[in-house]
Structures are given as C-alpha cells and as structure tokens.
Nanobody, 125 residues
C-alpha cells in the first residue's frame, strides 16, 4: 500500500522555523518527483517546493525562496522541508505529493499521483 506520511507541523511565532518530513513507503516503482504543497482556509492548494529524484533539481514558489529548503534522504525514502523566517501567510495545511511520471509540474497539484494526509502549520504574528 502506498503511503505518504507528513510530520513536523505545529504552532510557531513569526520569524521562527519548522522542519516538515514526508516519509514514503509502499511504492512499487521509482518516484519521479516529490513536492510540498499547502492549502490555506478558503484557498486552492498550491505547490510550494518540489524535488526531482533523478537529478535532484529543486523548485520553489517565489514567496518562499530564500526561506524554505527542500532536501531528500533517499536511503530513508524521506523528503524534508526546512522552513525558516516563517510568516503568518505561511499558515496552511501542508501536504506532500508524489509523481510517478515525467509530466508533473510543481505549480499544478493535479499532476501528482499520491498524497499524504497533511500536517498543520500555524504561524502567529
């Protein structure tokens, strides 16, 4: 059974940091891309940061560049999102998603095949 399990969310004050983890298991084929997405109340899900497993290429939405860093530990089948200098507008449920093909686009959540249950990140001002 394919599973993506997120952890690391919580409540933090503006300017603080959190590290999210996404543990993947049950895949019978190699994952092409894993990304972090977020959805705030009343908003559509948006791609935050993604990493391509084949070459390690990373992508970030403009609003988090310089603050967030995505990394992958292939030995543990885990992807991390280090979030620094958090802002109230970062508040959302954060999901990890996995894509099996080459057609994925981080800015298009519909191109990802599997999803975790999400972890809440709340940033107070």
């Amino acid at each position: 059974e394919v599973q993506l399990v997120e952890s690391g969310g919580g409540l933090v004050q503006a300017g603080g940091s959190l590290r999210l983890s996404c543990a993947a298991s049950g895949f019978t084929q190699d994952v092409y891309d894993i990304g972090w997405f977020r959805q705030a109340p009343g908003k559509e899900r948006e791609g935050v940061s993604c990493i391509t497993r084949t070459d390690g290429s990373t992508y970030y939405i403009d609003s988090v560049k310089g603050r967030f860093t995505i990394t992958s530990d292939n030995a543990k089948s885990t992807v991390y999102l280090q979030m620094n200098s958090l802002k109230p507008e970062d508040t959302a449920v954060y999901y990890c998603g996995a894509a099996l093909g080459y057609g994925s686009r981080c800015g298009e959540p519909g191109t990802y095949d599997y999803w975790g249950q999400g972890t809440q990140v709340t940033v107070s001002s």
